[in-house]
């Protein structure tokens, strides 16, 4: 699906999709990534649901977002509680739902101006 990328540019935005790559400023990334408005997108190091860790999830701990969009690949599943814990900790929220609905939300909420990630699992 192709979005129409937001005319400011100068943040990160969602522009296109698909089941197996995500468009960030027009930019095709075909692996899993971090993606937070103001920085440099991040590339993420998860191939599959099954692999992840919470050492992934700490990842955006530095980056102190409001609330994580947790993008699970084609179908929503829920990460286990202990995954995202040291992000509960610090008072992060994390929503996890379908690639496609986490593209879509993570858009809304920056356009909003929220501090939100999203941490989209492009799985192998």
């Not at 379908?98 to 999203?118: H, P, Q, S, W």
Request: net charge neutral.
């Amino acid at each position: 699906m192709k979005l129409h990328q937001d005319s400011s540019g100068a943040l990160n935005t969602v522009t296109g999709y698909g089941a197996d790559y995500v468009e960030i400023n027009l930019v095709r990334h075909s692996g899993s990534i971090l993606v937070l408005p103001d920085t440099p997108v991040i590339r993420w190091p998860v191939s599959s649901f099954e692999h992840l860790s919470a050492e992934h999830f700490a990842m955006l701990i530095e980056a102190a977002p409001e609330v994580v969009v947790f993008g699970t690949g084609e179908r929503l599943r829920f990460p286990h509680p202990r995954l995202t814990a040291a992000l509960t900790a610090k008072r992060i929220g994390v929503e996890a739902m379908d690639f496609k609905a986490a593209c879509r939300t993570y858009n809304i909420l920056m356009a909003e101006g929220r501090k939100v990630a999203a941490a989209l699992l492009i799985e192998a």
